[in-house]
């Protein structure tokens, strides 16, 4: 006998609404990042300023969460918000096909974050001057959306010890998750950022650490290498750098390394597997 449509509609409805109250359940039961990180004498004094932010409204977040996890439409945007003051397709068809690019072009016109003044183009919002924040952002809501996690992004902490931002920490399951991210390419990093990664990790005592970057370029030609170098001058015996699998690598089973082939919400979910695994 053939379910009625309309009851089965109304039960789907009904499913789905009891999802999100679970979920909701669920995650108030669980220590969220304000309660982790008070048990560790932490207290965020600014997090996720949002004035170099590039985001639509809430009308189009979603669709524009779901581009982000395309790595070509992350570095067209980069070279949007490089070339913002002169704005044209041929500066921007660097990363993925004319249609494709013509494609992500019109997409950021219909989602008014580009805007066109006669025949010119250029950013809504014109105090964007770096990918970076929108990149954490994006990682953040990732934990949000994809784990059901407590996260947030751009923290500062009133305190003394290590300063700068803490990019973004999430608390899965009653675990501190901080993650340090970098939207540069391997060339641009240096051994300073690898320094204050560890000296981060070493005041906020997370459960996992994981440093991040998108690019699709290997990590062991030279991020790696930068690895156990930082750990060799910090505990003066040679610390080797292990693979987990492809571009993710550990020190013991708690700190990572990871870029962006594969997924980056693929390759986090990988490295909480890893760490769960080993950590009963």
Not at 26 to 38: E, N, V
């Amino acid at each position: 006998m053939a379910l009625d449509k309309a009851k089965l509609v109304e039960e789907i409805l009904y499913l789905r609404k009891e999802v999100k109250r679970l979920r909701k359940a669920l995650s108030k039961r669980a220590l969220g990042i304000y309660s982790l990180l008070q048990h560790r004498g932490f207290k965020v004094y600014k997090k996720e300023p949002n004035e170099n932010l590039l985001i639509p409204t809430k009308k189009y977040l979603k669709t524009y969460y779901q581009m982000l996890h395309k790595y070509s439409f992350r570095l067209f945007l980069r070279d949007v918000i490089k070339h913002q003051h002169l704005l044209t397709l041929d500066r921007l068809i660097r990363f993925a096909t004319p249609s494709v690019t013509r494609e992500y072009f019109d997409f950021l016109l219909e989602v008014k974050l580009l805007k066109k003044n006669q025949k010119k183009y250029s950013l809504v919002s014109e105090s964007v001057t770096s990918f970076g924040e929108t990149l954490e952002w994006y990682i953040a809501e990732i934990f949000k959306r994809e784990f059901c996690c407590d996260a947030a992004w751009g923290i500062k902490f009133k305190r003394a010890g290590i300063g700068g931002d803490y990019d973004i920490i999430a608390a899965y399951q009653g675990t501190l998750v901080y993650v340090e991210v970098k939207s540069s390419p391997p060339k641009q990093i240096y051994d300073s950022e690898i320094a204050a990664f560890f000296d981060r990790i070493n005041d906020l005592a997370p459960e996992i650490a994981i440093f991040l970057m998108d690019t699709e370029l290997r990590m062991k030609d030279k991020i790696v290498p930068m690895f156990e170098k930082e750990l060799t001058n910090r505990y003066f015996t040679h610390f080797h750098v292990l693979r987990v699998e492809r571009e993710i690598f550990r020190v013991r089973n708690n700190i990572f390394i990871m870029n962006a082939k594969d997924g980056i919400i693929k390759n986090i979910e990988r490295v909480i597997y890893w760490h769960l695994k080993r950590a009963f």
